[in-house]
């Protein structure tokens, strides 16, 4: 079946613009999750979401950085005035509610912010 | 807070032998393990899941748990140039609240 899918794959943005990331989760998966990496580093978990559940949003950096996910299936992440330490690939990964809870990932959009 | 630990490597086997990677975890209600391999420029892809303490096969990968050393490793049997890549430990606490932690990623090297 199809994976998780995300939009744009890639975008390059002038600083302070503000950008939209899309993620299409694997459907049926009721938890959502958003990562940064920068280049050669770890994963940086940015939010969490479980179904109706109120978002963990624990990890975004700063209240530049927020996140929706409609109708329990799209998110969108909305990184406002860009700067240039936003430069990073964002991944999205979805699991399932049920076992085994393995989280699949998004192929992610890499972000340059000029 | 939950700490999932791995040597940064880079880990270099030559093509053929054994390559064994190790991670450890701060949280003894863990309950889910997992590895990733991520090539570079490519996103985290599963490779093996884990939920019961001692081994668990699956081709040339086996996952070993040792949930009283707070332990999981990943041992790769004849190991090929295709499998150099950088290995990521994760772990769920399966509570109902299903936040992964991940470690910072062992880099494998196969030498041909």
């Known amino acids: 079946g199809a994976g998780v899918s995300q939009s744009p794959s890639n975008k390059v943005t002038e600083k302070g613009k503000d950008v939209e990331l899309r993620c299409d989760p694997i459907s049926g998966h009721t938890a959502l999750y958003w990562y940064r990496q920068s280049l050669g580093q770890g994963l940086e978990f940015l939010i969490y979401?479980?179904?109706?559940?109120?978002?963990?949003k624990s990890g975004l950096p700063s209240d530049r950085f927020s996140a929706e996910r409609t109708g329990g299936s799209v998110s969108t992440l909305t990184i406002q005035r860009t700067q240039q330490e936003d430069s990073a690939v964002y991944l999205c990964?979805?699991?399932?509610?049920?076992?085994?809870?393995?989280?699949?990932f998004g192929p992610g959009t890499r972000l340059t912010v000029t | 807070q939950k700490e999932v630990e791995q040597n940064s490597g880079p880990l270099s086997v030559p093509e053929g032998a054994i390559a064994s990677l190790n991670c450890t975890y701060s949280?003894?209600?863990?309950?889910?393990f997992f590895w990733y391999r991520q090539y570079s420029g490519k996103s985290p892809e599963l490779i093996m899941s884990i939920y019961s303490n001692g081994d668990k096969e699956d081709g040339r990968f086996t996952a070993q748990l040792n949930k009283a050393s707070q332990y999981v490793s990943l041992l790769i049997r004849d190991s090929q140039p295709s499998d150099s890549a950088t290995y990521l430990c994760?772990?769920?606490?399966?509570?109902?609240?299903?936040?992964?932690?991940f470690g910072t990623g062992t880099k494998l090297q196969v030498i041909p």
């Open positions: 949280d003894r209600v863990s309950q889910s």
């Open positions: 990964a979805s699991m399932s509610g049920n076992p085994p809870y393995e989280q699949y």
């Open positions: 979401f479980q179904g109706n559940s109120a978002p963990d």
């Open positions: 994760a772990v769920n606490d399966a509570g109902g609240y299903q936040k992964v932690t």
